[in-house]
């Protein structure tokens, strides 16, 4: 008689945690490489954002401090639905956050999605297009996974954005004058990633649709147009209200932060934002590398333009950044034009603050010396992107291309000087004449050749920040366009800080807008402005010898 023994399976081995981890090692390493890409946009749009709201909510308190002066400023923009049509919620703005809202919203949700809009395409399309995205799928990962890696990155990159808005509008809600808690500043904060947040998508989906980053941008931009008009048409009266529903910019309007604090739009938007997310991550995996879902011609016919000389191509490739950086300084300058309606009534209190800044003169050229600061900062910082884009080039290896040519180092560093020269002369140009066409279409009479000439006035500051540009990229090409953004970002705070705090004024001479006259208020000294295009040109000829005697930077 035999007897069977059971024999018992093993246990089964318990998962290991290290294979789990290990399984996603590529995803994280693509999500740390591609937040590393985005962290310093992000950090400087969060310090812009929150310092730019900051500075509305404290110059609103110490403009209209009392209900009198509040219910003037109600009175004077209310009843125009032409500002409600351009710059969007004017009904709070008898409060601090309303005002705030108010004054900020256009601005900041337009920079706000470009911005991610572009990181979107550049860190998908743009890396396929280099070829280095081919080197990143030959690993342990796929199409869908990596990319769904990538706005991963995004996300934080954007959620930086929020939480860095909401600190500072929290820090300076603090005060008494101000009054805006935690709560209206994280509110305020989540309405304005809003925007970023949608076309960080758009701009992911538009990457899997289109064979090159142009065209994902071109798509995505597109995209952005029809979300902006159908903005304005809900702005447009009672009766459309409901369009801004249909909208990112429409929902960020809707939560009405430091009022109503309505969290019911978020909804919508995160929605938004996960179905375009998971169809981008669902069409990278279905697709091709480096193939697209629009369909192009693989026959095109022969575009010579800028091909016959190193000047030529360099325009070639930057004119169409460039004509939406002359477009973006018209419109500000259209935007303050408008808002030069305030002035019709003079505001004793206003009228003290601008004093600070040492303009004199009618209350509207008062107004607009200052308003011209900001117009100054604008095209001053153009020369940050052309300089990043040279850089872009000379570390790419394609300047190495170029060079094997009888093209010297000297003739295409003063191509790209020359031509970024010639954008900034445009761009104040063009932001006088929008000043004038926006204060005109109000009604408030202005001379053309001075709001003009206003305009041409910041030429000789942004052309200083030109020359450091170019001795930074001589000198170091990699730190060359941030060392742009920060000396004119220090500039800008230095100087408000310097003329709103008596104590502080001594620090106004460290920055670049000291020396400028904030013209039509005060008047312009020739000395002045010779002695600035004088450092400008300086620099320039400086950086053009530097960089003729220094070994090209690749890799």
């Given at each position: 008689?035999?007897?069977?023994?059971?024999?018992?399976?093993?246990?089964?081995?318990?998962?290991?945690?290290?294979?789990?981890?290990?399984?996603?090692?590529?995803?994280?390493?693509?999500?740390?490489?591609?937040?590393?890409?985005?962290?310093?946009?992000?950090?400087?749009?969060?310090?812009?954002?929150?310092?730019?709201?900051?500075?509305?909510?404290?110059?609103?308190?110490?403009?209209?401090?009392?209900?009198?002066?509040?219910?003037?400023?109600?009175?004077?923009?209310?009843?125009?639905?032409?500002?409600?049509?351009?710059?969007?919620?004017?009904?709070?703005?008898?409060?601090?956050?309303?005002?705030?809202?108010?004054?900020?919203?256009?601005?900041?949700?337009?920079?706000?999605?470009?911005?991610?809009?572009?990181?979107?395409?550049?860190?998908?399309?743009?890396?396929?297009?280099?070829?280095?995205?081919?080197?990143?799928?030959?690993?342990?990962?796929?199409?869908?996974?990596?990319?769904?890696?990538?706005?991963?990155?995004?996300?934080?990159?954007?959620?930086?954005?929020?939480?860095?808005?909401?600190?500072?509008?929290?820090?300076?809600?603090?005060?008494?004058?101000?009054?805006?808690?935690?709560?209206?500043?994280?509110?305020?904060?989540?309405?304005?990633?809003?925007?970023?947040?949608?076309?960080?998508?758009?701009?992911?989906?538009?990457?899997?649709?289109?064979?090159?980053?142009?065209?994902?941008?071109?798509?995505?931009?597109?995209?952005?147009?029809?979300?902006?008009?159908?903005?304005?048409?809900?702005?447009?009266?009672?009766?459309?209200?409901?369009?801004?529903?249909?909208?990112?910019?429409?929902?960020?309007?809707?939560?009405?932060?430091?009022?109503?604090?309505?969290?019911?739009?978020?909804?919508?938007?995160?929605?938004?934002?996960?179905?375009?997310?998971?169809?981008?991550?669902?069409?990278?995996?279905?697709?091709?590398?480096?193939?697209?879902?629009?369909?192009?011609?693989?026959?095109?016919?022969?575009?010579?333009?800028?091909?016959?000389?190193?000047?030529?191509?360099?325009?070639?490739?930057?004119?169409?950044?460039?004509?939406?950086?002359?477009?973006?300084?018209?419109?500000?300058?259209?935007?303050?034009?408008?808002?030069?309606?305030?002035?019709?009534?003079?505001?004793?209190?206003?009228?003290?603050?601008?004093?600070?800044?040492?303009?004199?003169?009618?209350?509207?050229?008062?107004?607009?010396?200052?308003?011209?600061?900001?117009?100054?900062?604008?095209?001053?910082?153009?020369?940050?992107?052309?300089?990043?884009?040279?850089?872009?080039?000379?570390?790419?290896?394609?300047?190495?291309?170029?060079?094997?040519?009888?093209t010297t180092r000297r003739r295409w560093f003063v191509g790209h000087v020359t031509i970024t020269a010639i954008a900034v002369v445009?761009?104040?140009?063009?932001?006088?004449?929008?000043?004038?066409?926006?204060?005109?279409?109000?009604?408030?009479?202005?001379?053309?050749?001075?709001?003009?000439?206003?305009?041409?006035?910041?030429?000789?500051?942004?052309?200083?920040?030109?020359?450091?540009?170019?001795?930074?990229?001589?000198?170091?090409?990699?730190?060359?366009?941030?060392?742009?953004?920060?000396?004119?970002?220090?500039?800008?705070?230095?100087?408000?800080?310097?003329?709103?705090?008596?104590?502080?004024?001594?620090?106004?001479?460290?920055?670049?807008?000291?020396?400028?006259?904030?013209?039509?208020?005060?008047?312009?000294?020739?000395?002045?402005?010779?002695?600035?295009?004088?450092?400008?040109?300086?620099?320039?000829?400086?950086?053009?010898?530097?960089?003729?005697?220094?070994?090209?930077?690749?890799?």
């Amino acid at each position: 008689m035999t007897t069977g023994v059971a024999i018992s399976a093993p246990p089964a081995a318990a998962p290991d945690a290290g294979a789990v981890l290990r399984r996603w090692n590529a995803e994280v390493a693509i999500a740390r490489r591609a937040f590393t890409q985005v962290r310093i946009g992000a950090v400087v749009c969060a310090v812009a954002f929150g310092g730019t709201a900051a500075s509305s909510a404290l110059s609103y308190a110490t403009t209209f401090p009392t209900p009198a002066s509040r219910a003037a400023l109600v009175a004077t923009t209310r009843a125009d639905a032409g500002l409600a049509l351009l710059l969007g919620p004017i009904q709070s703005i008898d409060t601090v956050g309303g005002y705030t809202v108010y004054k900020c919203f256009v601005f900041l949700t337009t920079i706000g999605a470009i911005w991610a809009l572009l990181a979107a395409t550049r860190l998908l399309r743009g890396e396929e297009d280099g070829g280095r995205w081919s080197l990143v799928l030959a690993g342990a990962t796929r199409p869908g996974r990596a990319t769904a890696a990538t706005l991963v990155a995004l996300g934080a990159a954007i959620a930086i954005v929020g939480a860095g808005t909401s600190v500072l509008v929290a820090l300076t809600g603090r005060s008494p004058d101000i009054g805006l808690g935690a709560v209206d500043s994280v509110v305020y904060g989540l309405s304005i990633v809003i925007a970023p947040a949608v076309f960080a998508a758009v701009g992911a989906v538009t990457s899997q649709l289109g064979r090159t980053r142009r065209v994902a941008s071109s798509v995505g931009m597109g995209v952005f147009g029809v979300a902006f008009v159908l903005r304005m048409v809900g702005d447009a009266g009672r009766g459309t209200r409901w369009v801004l529903w249909a909208t990112p910019f429409g929902w960020t309007e809707l939560m009405a932060p430091f009022t109503e604090n309505d969290l019911r739009p978020l909804l919508p938007a995160a929605l938004c934002v996960t179905v375009l997310a998971l169809a981008a991550v669902n069409l990278a995996a279905r697709r091709d590398v480096g193939d697209g879902l629009l369909s192009s011609r693989d026959v095109a016919p022969i575009r010579p333009f800028g091909l016959r000389s190193p000047e030529g191509l360099a325009a070639r490739l930057s004119i169409p950044v460039l004509v939406a950086w002359c477009a973006g300084a018209t419109l500000t300058g259209l935007v303050l034009g408008i808002i030069a309606k305030i002035t019709a009534t003079s505001v004793p209190s206003m009228t003290d603050m601008l004093g600070r800044f040492g303009v004199e003169g009618a209350f509207v050229n008062q107004y607009l010396g200052v308003a011209f600061l900001l117009v100054a900062s604008v095209v001053a910082l153009l020369p940050a992107g052309q300089i990043g884009a040279a850089c872009d080039e000379e570390v790419s290896g394609r300047l190495v291309h170029l060079l094997v040519s009888p093209t010297t180092r000297r003739r295409w560093f003063v191509g790209h000087v020359t031509i970024t020269a010639i954008a900034v002369v445009a761009a104040g140009l063009l932001a006088g004449v929008g000043t004038w066409v926006g204060a005109v279409s109000q009604g408030v009479d202005l001379d053309p050749a001075s709001t003009i000439g206003a305009g041409l006035n910041v030429v000789p500051t942004a052309l200083v920040a030109l020359g450091i540009g170019a001795v930074g990229l001589s000198i170091a090409p990699r730190a060359a366009s941030r060392a742009v953004y920060a000396v004119i970002i220090w500039s800008l705070l230095i100087d408000l800080l310097a003329s709103m705090v008596s104590s502080l004024t001594w620090l106004g001479h460290l920055s670049l807008f000291h020396y400028l006259a904030l013209a039509p208020a005060q008047p312009v000294e020739l000395r002045t402005i010779a002695a600035t295009l004088g450092v400008a040109l300086a620099l320039c000829a400086l950086a053009t010898v530097r960089f003729t005697r220094r070994d090209i930077a690749t890799g």
